[in-house]
């Protein structure tokens, strides 16, 4: 779930969980993102959009000492809900993140690839 702004440079807070972390059952992510409008395009009376992303993130669980955190950059493309002008309210998002994950004492690789999809609010 994500708040944020609209407009060409945008601001986004949000809260993710990770189920895949060291077979660990899951980890709770609070994120701030900041994206930038590449283009946007109407489907139907919907505007779409296609943003760049970076993505800075702290996890935290119970079950290990570990709170992971992560920094990613990556694309979203956004479908919004509200067919108004200025294409405020709920939109879905269907995103891909590549990053480095930190804070862990694990010896893989801490890089990953990570797809989603969000629901965001424009207020």
């Not at 590549?98 to 990953?112: A, P, R, Y």
């Amino acid at each position: 779930m994500l708040f944020g702004s609209s407009g060409r440079f945008a601001m986004q807070v949000g809260v993710t969980s990770d189920a895949r972390y060291s077979g660990v059952t899951r980890v709770v992510y609070v994120f701030v993102e900041p994206r930038f409008r590449l283009t946007q395009w109407s489907l139907g009376t919907h505007a779409m959009t296609l943003e760049l992303c970076a993505r800075a993130a702290q996890g935290a669980q119970e079950t290990v000492s570990e709170d992971p955190g992560y920094l990613a950059g990556g694309m979203l493309m956004n479908y919004h809900l509200d067919h108004r002008r200025g294409a405020r309210g709920w939109m879905a998002g269907l995103e891909l993140l590549v990053g480095q994950l930190g804070n862990v004492s694990s010896q893989t690789d801490h890089t990953f690839v990570r797809g989603g999809l969000s629901l965001s609010w424009l207020p």
